[in-house]
Nanobody, 121 residues
Framework: QVQLVESGGGLVQPGGSLRLSCAAS????????MGWYRQAPGKERELVAA???????NYADSVKGRFTISRDNAKNTVYLQMNNLKPEDTAVYYC???????????????WGQGTQVTVSS
């Protein structure tokens, strides 16, 4: 069993900052890419940022220069530092990871339960 547990969401004023964390636990052999997605009411889930095990990153155009994704491989944890938050960043943020659970090498896709981020004055 593998679990992804997120933390760090909340209510923040425009221009403020939040840091999301997502820790993976359970029967883990290797974690490949990790990322953050978000889903606003009435909209489809979209990729916010992703990071592979070697450290290369990818960001949505809407968050470039404001958000930073990082990971601690020793702790099986991925972070999302969000600065200069805007009302349009309001959404449920989901952690995602591609995890190999045994020596057969098959990667499975895991999701966290989601954490609400609300940007409002």
């Amino acid at each position: 069993q593998v679990q992804l547990v997120e933390s760090g969401g909340g209510l923040v004023q425009p221009g403020g900052s939040l840091r999301l964390s997502c820790a993976a636990s359970g029967s883990i052999f290797v974690i490949n890419a990790m990322g953050w997605y978000r889903q606003a009411p009435g909209k489809e889930r979209e990729l916010v940022a992703a990071i592979v095990s070697g450290g290369s990153t990818n960001y949505a155009d809407s968050v470039k220069g404001r958000f930073t994704i990082s990971r601690d491989n020793a702790k099986n944890t991925v972070y999302l530092q969000m600065n200069n938050l805007k009302p349009e960043d309001t959404a449920v943020y989901y952690c995602n990871a591609g995890i190999v659970v045994d020596y057969f090498g098959i990667e499975y896709d895991y999701w966290g339960q989601g954490t609400q981020v609300t940007v409002s004055s």
